[in-house]
């Protein structure tokens, strides 16, 4: 696995007026930083900077011969400070609601900034890290060729704050705060009908039905792997997405952005819906020539991202089996 490296960030001083230390831990695979063109990938709530290998989340999308191939592209991932997976940033997650998705796609361009890069090929990420990658965008105006925003959008509407303070209610209120806050979390990353269609009303045992057993594993699972405080700064930094505050509407911040724009929605997602996705693609239409969009069907809701592979690769192959030697890199120099 790729070794786990740290950028020192001092007095970084948030949206809300804070002054803070950071560690940004970081992991690249593939060819070496300053060799080839650069892919950020930004992690969803659960995931971290580790994207392929044994324990790699988008080992199906991303690899040796894969849709973005490690033989042609850098791949960098930072982890959000706080995510919990690097432990020299969990002091930071005490005061986890001084932060917004702002100040994590701030860090990141520091990050970027740090490592001397001045452009990159591609950033992509699935929900809250496609939300960072929005506002990273609209930070960088000119530093990214391909956005690829996944399952997410510019902003949290009111049904996904609605949503996130239900689980932070959980989270400070629950006798099994992250078992339950993630049992209540899967029954929307899902739908009705993915349900229906794995479980069909079977039981495990004359007492459990086997819905009720898949949600209280994954509610196990993830309280093992994760940290309580961690959990909450992720599900708080996803309610903050919103590159507008402060800076006008929608498409007064938009038009500033000279990457590609691919977006891709999910038809069943329950989280970020599609209507959303294809209303900022007709905004975006208006007043940028380079925006896409792509919906992948799918009966499995936003976790859709992370299951149905071959859509995806789809939609991405004309993005990245491209001519190696036709992209342009400008990365200098690396730490």
Not at 172 to 193: C, F, G, I, Q, V
Request: with cysteine; net charge neutral; charged share 20%.
């Amino acid at each position: 696995m790729s070794r786990l490296k740290h950028i020192k960030i001092s007095n970084f001083k948030t949206n809300s007026g804070k002054t803070s230390e950071l560690s940004l831990s970081y992991q690249t695979f593939g060819i070496d930083l300053g060799k080839a063109p650069i892919v950020l990938v930004i992690h969803a709530l659960t995931g971290n900077s580790t994207v392929i290998g044994p324990n790699g989340w988008w080992n199906d999308l991303i690899g040796a011969d894969k849709c973005i191939d490690t033989s042609t592209y850098t791949i960098l991932a930072f982890n959000i400070p706080g995510n919990g997976f690097d432990t020299s940033a969990n002091d930071l997650i005490d005061n986890y609601k001084d932060y917004n998705a702002r100040d994590i796609a701030k860090i990141f361009a520091l990050g970027i900034e740090e490592l001397g890069i001045d452009s990159v090929f591609s950033v992509i990420g699935g929900s809250v890290g496609g939300g960072i990658a929005w506002e990273l965008a609209t930070l960088k105006p000119n530093l990214i060729n391909n956005l690829i925003p996944i399952a997410t959008d510019w902003k949290s509407t009111d049904w996904l704050i609605a949503n996130c303070h239900i689980q932070d209610a959980i989270l400070n209120n629950s006798k099994k705060p992250l078992e339950d806050a993630r049992m209540h979390a899967m029954t929307l990353y899902r739908t009705p009908e993915s349900f229906t269609e794995k479980f069909e009303r079977s039981k495990r045992n004359s007492n459990l039905f086997n819905v009720e057993s898949w949600l209280n594993h994954h509610g196990k699972r993830l309280s093992d792997r994760f940290i309580l405080s961690a959990y909450k700064m992720m599900n708080h930094i996803l309610r903050t997405i919103d590159i507008t505050e402060g800076r006008g509407n929608f498409i007064e911040v938009a038009r500033q952005i000279s990457s590609n724009i691919h977006i891709v929605t999910i038809n069943s997602d329950l989280f970020f819906k599609p209507e959303e996705n294809w209303s900022t693609f007709v905004d975006l239409k208006g007043v940028k020539n380079n925006v896409a969009i792509h919906e992948i069907k799918s009966i499995h809701g936003h976790d859709a991202f992370l299951i149905e592979f071959d859509q995806l690769e789809r939609f991405l192959n004309p993005i990245f089996k491209v001519n190696s030697s036709t992209i342009i890199t400008k990365s200098k120099c690396v730490a």
